[in-house]
């Protein structure tokens, strides 16, 4: 049986909210930057208080060709190491067999570093939709996503300090994320933004969520 959602899908919205560090808006380093995006129950939708944020996601854009240093290590949670098997150290470009690969956009790689669902919202398959969603918001900036599936990062070490259950979690994230279109690299997943097929595989992630929550997807 299903269980009941705490309120329509059709009045979720979803957000995002840029976070910049004053030095590098006037000296324009160009550090990675912080999106934060919300979901949200709008307010004209009947939703008990408690339940009326869906979740929450921080994603990291980084401008590729470029160079940046330790300054971006804070912002990358822990996978600072991890994108370097993504991005030729020193000069922010994609390693030669991604650079082949990849279908073309715009320059610059988005990490996804958390995606947090509220009590009232786990349990109903919103991982995905809401990562999807957060990705066609800021794929007009990136080229690719990255998503880190080592189970041995800092991060997660401090996080799940139990190996077994680090390991478990990441075995359960795996067919997720290729669901969703993302294809393994090294120690992460990643996905091309502006390739079709990973297009079509978000838009059947979002469409499938509505169909399965309301009989039919939302026109």
Request: a negative charge; proline letters at 9%.
């Amino acid at each position: 049986m299903k269980i009941e959602l705490p309120a329509s899908p059709l009045g979720i919205s979803v957000a995002a909210e840029h976070e910049a560090l004053l030095m590098d808006l006037g000296a324009r380093l160009r550090l990675p930057e912080l999106w934060r995006v919300q979901a949200q129950v709008w307010d004209l939708e009947p939703c008990a208080a408690e339940d009326r944020v869906v979740g929450h996601l921080e994603l990291v854009r980084i401008e590729l060709n470029r160079e940046f240093g330790l300054l971006a290590a804070p912002l990358l949670g822990g996978a600072f190491d991890v994108i370097e098997d993504v991005l030729v150290p020193d000069t922010g470009a994609l390693v030669p067999e991604l650079e082949q690969q990849l279908a073309p956009g715009p320059p610059g790689m988005v990490v996804v570093r958390r995606v947090e669902l509220a009590p009232g919202w786990r349990n109903h398959d919103l991982y995905l939709p809401l990562q999807a969603a957060a990705l066609r918001l800021l794929a007009p900036q990136a080229r690719v996503a990255v998503v880190s599936t080592d189970p041995h990062t800092e991060t997660r070490q401090a996080a799940m300090p139990d190996p077994a259950e680090r390991e478990r979690t990441a075995s359960e994230l795996l067919p997720l994320l290729e669901r969703a279109g993302f294809t393994p690299w090294r120690r992460v997943h990643l996905a091309a933004l502006h390739d079709p097929g990973y297009q079509q595989r978000a838009d059947d992630v979002l469409s499938g969520w509505f169909r399965d929550k309301l009989g039919a997807a939302p026109q």
